[in-house]
């Protein structure tokens, strides 16, 4: 017996009853999850709240407390462009840069090197005792530590570092490598268990004449130490890291620092001895791929140790090289223990009332079946057919009243079924005829689906074939080239050739709109063209550019076709590149592998979409010398989406490109790809993926 029979034959007053006892077990269930649901939305708000406040506030800390190195160094800057201070000569900075690191006392180092190798700096010990470094030629070229008295006047010099040059350090380098206001790397104090970072800034002459470099350093332990401030819930945390996941500072009381044989050496957030910072550090490097992929404030919650953990994580950046990342962590459990205690009464609270709700569903269901069991009997007999058996119509009720229905509904059926049984025999001839039709229509699609696919096959097929071959390509010996293309349909709109004629070079690739068939002819058109041009000795690839546009927009209005393409032509002979026309960015290789992105956009127009380009085609002269190359691609590349909808970027193929370009060109191809695989995952590709790689060989190579 199944149980949709045993339901069937339940009395009456069971079936008025059970859906009653299961609505109010849906409503109060559903009302304890409601009351349940919103507390912890509620908890959610609070949590984003509080922890938005501790991320405001610790951005405003960290404003006011690295704002002081750009005050004291403008400051530096401004008093040397008015000629109080002589930069060539440092003994008078001595009581100025004293008198300066009194007023601001959060700046632990002031210094000032110059081009001369002499060099005067003033620093905070840790005893808050300042001491004075000098080097120069009146130390004989000996970085020299003076300690200085209340007054600032040196005394007897306590240490000595011989043979020391402002302009070799790391400080003074960075300054004039960026030149304006630059933050240096994160590094250890060599005296105290604290992290250091200098701000540096490069000083000029009002003509422009380079004098120095203005140092200003900070001690990021008085960061650390207002973190230890804040109240994150219980025990909640907030932490600072680097992308690179190394700590900065912590509320926690930990040192960012561990000692390595002696030394002190930097300390990742993932090694840290508190386990809150150590796994929330490990979600988010999960989450994202990189922690420098985290560009804009998130709220986020994860799972450590089966306890919700809320995370808000805030990027902290400058423009003088400042990337931090502001974490604040807060388990649930630190809000959640008022929220148990009022689940408990609201769940006690619906019990009372789903059982005295059942008792009086259980007797409103009695006093409504009984006097409907009479009306039960007589309304199986009309069910089995009997349309002529008596209802008990005499009642004045409510049953009554039900009787009389069953009476008229009864006679009414009884007239239906015979009109029914007319109709159904005209609608079951009707659809026999339609169906009858559709076959025919569907043998017809077959037969059309056969001819499209054999269409298809052939332009593939010609596509395919006009491709430079591998042996082509071996016959320029000048250059290593590597190509591929991979179409999203069965006939692509990707273009590109590589075409060669008395020692001269001519590569192109383009990016018709749209797939399919109207496609892949048009990219047989521009080949057919280009190779056309080249054969007829054009002088410059502008040419070819409008000769070939004016050709391409006559057949496309022929074809009656809305077809146009992108593309981009270089014309390379003896070291000179040349290009012209507008396609993606170009970019060209430099033999250790530094990248230059050349944006192609004033370069040319869309071919085959207006008559004449002439107008708009511009044109870029690039040498490359030996080791050099360029980097053609389409956006069926760069474009390409993994499963979160994440595009492949050009800043990845150009990190891909750099780091294997002491590759030859099909491995360098072969590592794109592969990259580009492991990107889409198991997404399709929508867009055909072109990519070309032509590589200066070296002399030796040639000569081989």
């Known amino acids: 017996m199944n149980y949709i029979t045993f339901f069937r034959r339940l009395p009456l007053r069971y079936v008025l009853v059970t859906p009653f006892i299961i609505l109010l077990v849906v409503t109060v269930t559903i009302t304890g999850y409601l009351s349940f649901y919103h507390g912890q939305v509620a908890i959610r708000d609070l949590a984003s709240q509080l922890l938005d406040e501790i991320s405001v506030r610790v951005n405003e800390n960290l404003n006011i407390y690295l704002e002081e190195p750009f005050e004291v160094n403008q400051t530096n800057q401004n008093t040397i462009n008015l000629g109080l201070l002589d930069t060539n000569q440092l003994s008078n900075w001595q009581t100025y840069l004293w008198e300066q690191i009194r007023v601001h006392p959060t700046v632990h180092h002031i210094s000032f090197g110059n081009e001369a190798r002499e060099f005067v700096g003033v620093e905070r010990l840790d005893n808050n005792q300042i001491v004075m470094r000098r080097s120069g030629q009146v130390t004989d070229y000996n970085y020299t530590t003076y300690p200085l008295d209340a007054q600032g006047h040196p005394q007897a010099p306590d240490a000595v570092t011989p043979n020391y040059d402002p302009r070799a350090r790391p400080w003074y380098q960075i300054a004039l490598k960026a030149g304006k206001p630059a933050w240096s790397e994160i590094f250890p104090h060599f005296g105290a268990p604290t992290l250091m970072i200098s701000l540096n800034q490069p000083a000029y002459s009002t003509d422009g004449k380079l004098l120095g470099v203005i140092n200003s350093a900070l001690r990021l332990s008085q960061i650390g130490e207002f973190l230890q401030q804040l109240k994150v819930g219980k025990t909640g945390q907030v932490f600072i890291v680097e992308h690179s996941a190394m700590l900065v500072a912590t509320s926690s009381g930990e040192l960012p620092l561990r000692k390595v044989a002696d030394k002190q050496q930097r300390l990742s957030a993932l090694d840290s001895q508190h386990p809150l910072t150590a796994e929330v550090t490990r979600y988010l490097q999960g989450r994202f791929n990189k922690l420098s992929d985290i560009q804009k404030p998130m709220f986020l919650d994860s799972v450590f140790n089966d306890e919700d953990i809320f995370i808000k994580v805030s990027p902290y950046q400058d423009d003088d090289g400042l990337d931090w990342l502001v974490i604040v962590a807060v388990p649930a459990n630190d809000f959640m223990s008022a929220i148990d205690k009022n689940a408990y009464i609201i769940f006690l609270l619906c019990l009372g009332a789903l059982l005295i709700a059942i008792a009086i569903g259980v007797w409103s269901a009695n006093r409504v079946t009984l006097p409907i069991a ?51 025999e005209e609608r079951t001839a009707q659809l026999a005829q339609a169906n009858s039709e559709i076959m025919t229509l569907n043998e017809r699609l077959k ?53 060669q004629k008395d020692g001269r070079v001519i590569c192109g690739i383009g990016d018709v ?40 927009y006559d057949n496309v209005k022929r074809m009656n076709s809305d077809k146009n393409l992108t593309l981009s032509l270089l014309d390379y002979e003896q070291g000179v590149l040349h290009l012209s026309g507008q396609h993606e960015e170009v970019l060209i290789v430099r033999r250790n592998g530094v990248v230059e992105r050349i944006d192609t956009i004033n370069l040319g127009f869309m071919v085959g979409l207006e008559s004449d380009i002439e107008t708009f085609l511009g044109h870029r002269e690039i040498r490359l010398a030996e080791g050099d190359g360029v980097v053609l691609y389409t956006d069926g590349l760069t474009e390409a ?34 990259d580009v695989r492991e990107h889409v995952g198991t997404q399709k590709v929508a867009d055909d993926i072109t990519l070309l790689i032509l590589k200066k060989n070296l002399m030796a190579e040639i000569e081989a």
């Not at 008596?390 to 007239?415: C, K, N, V, W, Y």
């Not at 750099?658 to 590592?671: D, F, G």
């Open 374 to 424: 009479e009306l039960m009997t007589a309304s199986w007999q009309i069910a089995k057919g009997e349309w002529n058996h008596q209802l008990p119509l005499h009642r004045q009720d409510e049953i009554g009243e039900l009787a009389r229905s069953f009476h008229f509904m009864a006679t009414q059926l009884q007239d239906s079924f015979l009109l029914l049984e007319a109709k159904v």
């Open 447 to 499: 037969g059309e689906n056969l001819r499209m696919s054999a269409e298809l096959d052939i332009t593939r097929h010609l596509q395919q074939m006009v491709l430079p071959k591998a042996q082509e390509l071996l016959q320029i010996k000048e250059l290593d080239i590597a190509g591929y293309m991979e179409p999203a349909s069965e006939v692509g709109g990707d273009y590109y050739d590589v075409l």
């Open 513 to 552: 709109t749209g797939h399919g068939l109207e496609s892949g002819v048009l990219m047989l058109m521009v080949q057919m063209a280009v190779r056309t041009l080249l054969n007829s000795n054009v002088p410059n690839v502008e040419t070819y550019l409008k000769v070939l546009n004016r050709t391409l």
């Open 641 to 674: 989406r993994n499963e979160r909808g994440r595009v492949y970027g050009v800043e990845r193929l150009c990190e891909i490109v750099s780091q294997y370009w002491h590759l030859p060109a099909q491995q360098i191809q072969i590592q794109v790809i592969a």
